[in-house]
């Protein structure tokens, strides 16, 4: 169902479930979670969840199960090789995507590591319509390099466009003709686009983006880690989808590929991985990699109780009750700060709210790391654990300087059926404070700067007292103790 209507009040997304167990939250005192942060090195990834009131890191391995998919789990198959829990979930996945042959791993970078080792060789190129951290660091690790060719359209922040994920086909043309379709190791689609705001991919681009790769044999591969969300913006946006069920659409869409993976710690609500291989050459000469990096071949890392719960969770990703609950919140998130004036990235995408940072504190150098500001700022305000997506998350050059992101946003993600809209609303309310406050906010520097993924380890500090001036402000209009 889209939306429950209304009669006689604005409506408001409202939810397909209900709460049957549940987990306390505290909210510690603004001057601790200052401390707290300090201890984290002003790095979100670092703070210790039982510090956090709204974790909104990531939808990613913490979604909530739904009682099916809990009760499956008594159900798993224990067994080092051969598992049934196995067949059962090679079964579930070749029935929604088409494709015979999976290869478990356990979680999606490692299919990222295992897809990048078959196909990457120095010097080639992926093309994708925009890079994933983890994506991107596999091919570049092997001496790949990365094409990013999204649409111009896709980093606008403020768009009403429906499907800004969309990847720019005259420039996937002239990126074949120049680097020679030899050269080129695969062609990665994204769902979801996650680091541009969870932004979907229409069926149509992905169709005749595949199709110019197919006439130049090279591979296709989909990332279906955010598939969920993409599904359901395809349903409500695309012309001519509406009359389609979900499974119907994942299927044209998987039929594009010859590849499709994705972390099952999002798609499937569990803990995971998995790589759907069509051709069974392919998926030989990539099966070697498993049993080295992952497991043995029916359980690639994975507990057998979670496959269990996956085998149920892809079929509830079918269900568009269920993957409705996240783009509606995210929507309603993104539509009052939009109205509060609140520079955002519109239009709600999946995954999560959108800050764009680089408006918000544009006083903040990009070498100071405004989003990674914003989002230390974040949890002195409220508690709110959100992520860094911008410059802080790149590499550096290969000469040392920064590379400067294209987009510099926070993220506010919600995991799926995990926060209720009275948690919304404190969330609306708290980042609207924070944006009339935000000359407060100043710059980071790295103390501790890891080469690889920085962003997950890295320590860093304030470069003045502006975090103590914050609290202290914010403790002005919310008391001591919150
Ligand atoms: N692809 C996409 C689109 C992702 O969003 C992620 C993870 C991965 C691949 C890697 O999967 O974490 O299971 O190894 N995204 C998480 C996030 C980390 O918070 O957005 P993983």
Known sequence: MAEIKFYNREPVPVEMHKV????????????????????????????HNGDIFMDML??????????????????????????????????????????????????????????????????????????????KAHVTRLGGRVEELVKDEGLVVKSNLPFKGNID????????????????????????????????ISYENMKEATDIAKQHGIVTVLDASLLQDNLYFIKTREAGMQDKSIREITRMIADLFDIVYFSARKFGFGRGGGIMVRDEEMFHAMEDYITMFEGFLTYGGMSVKE?????????????????????????????????????MVTPGGGLGAHIDARQVVDHIPAEQYPAG??????????????????????????????????????????????FTLSQTEYVIDRVKWLYDHRHLIGGLKFVHEPKTLRFFTGKLEAVSDWPEKLVEAYIADFGEDQ
């Open 58 to 135: 990531t939808d990613s391995g913490v979604n909530a199960m739904s009682d099916n998919m809990q009760s499956a789990m008594l159900r798993a198959d224990d067994a080092y090789a051969g598992s049934e829990t196995f067949y059962r979930m090679n079964e579930k996945l070749t029935g929604i995507f088409g494709m015979k042959y999976l290869l478990p791993t356990h979680q999606g970078r490692a299919c990222e590591h295992i897809i990048a080792q078959h196909f990457v060789k120095p010097g080639s190129c992926v093309i994708m319509n925009y890079h994933f951290t983890t994506s």
């Open 169 to 200: 086909l005259d420039k996937v043309k002239a990126c074949i003709e120049k680097e020679g379709a030899e050269n080129i190791a695969y062609m990665r689609l994204e769902a979801g686009t996650n680091l541009i705001g969870g932004q979907p």
């Open 20 to 47: 049957k167990i549940v987990q306390k939250l505290s909210l510690l005192p603004a001057r601790e979670r200052l401390n707290k942060l300090r201890e984290a090195g002003f790095n979100t990834f670092m703070l």
């Open 307 to 343: 496959m269990e719960a996956l085998i149920i969770g892809f079929e509830e990703t079918m269900d568009m009750d269920i993957i409705s609950q996240g783009p509606q919140f995210i929507n309603h998130c993104v539509t009052e700060l939009d109205k509060l004036g609140v520079p």
């Open 373 to 418: 500001s914003l989002v230390a700022a974040l949890y002195l305000c409220g508690g709110i654990r959100g992520m860094e997506r911008g410059t802080l998350s790149e590499e550096r050059n290969p000469d040392g300087t920064e590379h400067i992101a294209s987009v510099e946003m926070v993220r506010l993600a919600f995991p799926r059926r995990v």
